[in-house]
């Protein structure tokens, strides 16, 4: 079973561009979650799927980051416009379940790494 | 004060030694709690779910503890290979939202 994928794997912009991030969950997974690790941080949530709908985007840091899911399969994470602060690991999860059902365990992809200078 | 706080380490153990980790969330209403251990530069991965009754996996023992909101994870027989950083998680109530802790370095020494 394929696990989580992301892309790309490293990204090198400058403040003012875009960047749209792509994770692709696991096969037969409606639970999506996008998280963030700046350094020296510790991992933050910010926002969690279930299939094409947000059910919680509390931790999404402005209007500048915006997350879709079309479709219910992979999920994108467009910075627009990308800021200094944005720097950091994004990863991806996914889950089968969600909520506090069991089956709720997350597999996390290998992260996007984002430098913005 | 943090929602989820765990030892600030590192752990610096010789092999075979027996290691413990805390953690505590401030959440009386949280339901599911998880362990995670991630290495330098790579993604986190799922060590074991932590359930009311506590569970064990081979080395690994989890604990839960509501009264105290407490967590905690007991290695035994430290390999070189337990040298991480590990990761007490914690679902938000309601299950959505998932809260780290800033994590435990530990460091099993030959």
New interface residues.
């Given amino acids: 079973e394929a696990g989580v994928t992301q892309f790309p794997s490293h990204s090198v912009i400058e403040k003012g561009q875009t960047v749209t991030l792509r994770c692709d969950p696991i096969s037969g997974h409606d639970n999506l979650?996008w998280?963030r690790r700046v350094m020296g941080?510790?991992?933050?949530?910010l926002l969690?799927f279930v299939k094409e709908s947000k059910?919680?985007e509390?931790?999404m840091p402005n209007n500048r980051f915006l997350a879709e899911r079309t479709g219910g399969t992979y999920s994108t994470l467009k910075v627009q416009p990308a800021e200094l602060e944005d720097s950091g690991v994004y990863?991806c999860a996914s889950s089968r379940l969600?909520?506090?059902?069991v089956g709720?365990?997350?597999?996390?992809?290998?992260?996007t790494r984002l430098t913005v200078l | 004060r943090k929602e989820v706080e765990q030892d600030p380490g590192p752990f610096n153990v010789p092999e075979g030694a027996t290691v413990a980790f805390n953690c505590t969330y401030s959440n009386s209403a949280s339901?599911?709690f998880?362990w995670y251990r991630q290495d330098c530069r790579?993604?986190?991965?799922?060590l074991m779910?932590v359930y009311s009754s506590g569970n064990e996996d081979g080395r690994f023992t989890a604990q839960l503890n509501r009264a105290s909101q407490y967590i905690s994870l007991l290695i035994r027989d430290s390999k070189l290979s337990d040298s991480a950083t590990y990761?007490c998680v914690v679902?938000h109530p309601?299950?959505?939202?998932?809260?780290?802790?800033?994590?435990t370095r530990l460091f099993v020494k030959a």
């Avoid at chain 1, 969600?98 to 059902?101: A, C, D, K, L, W």
């Avoid at chain 1, 709720?104 to 992260?111: I, K, M, S």
């Avoid at chain 2, 309601?94 to 994590?103: E, L, S, V």
């Fill in positions: 979650y998280y941080k510790e991992i933050k949530f969690h059910q919680d509390s931790g990863f969600g909520g506090t059902q709720n365990e997350q597999f996390f992809g290998p992260g | 339901q599911s998880f790579k993604e986190p991965k799922l779910s990761l679902n309601g299950g959505f939202k998932t809260i780290f802790g800033a994590g």
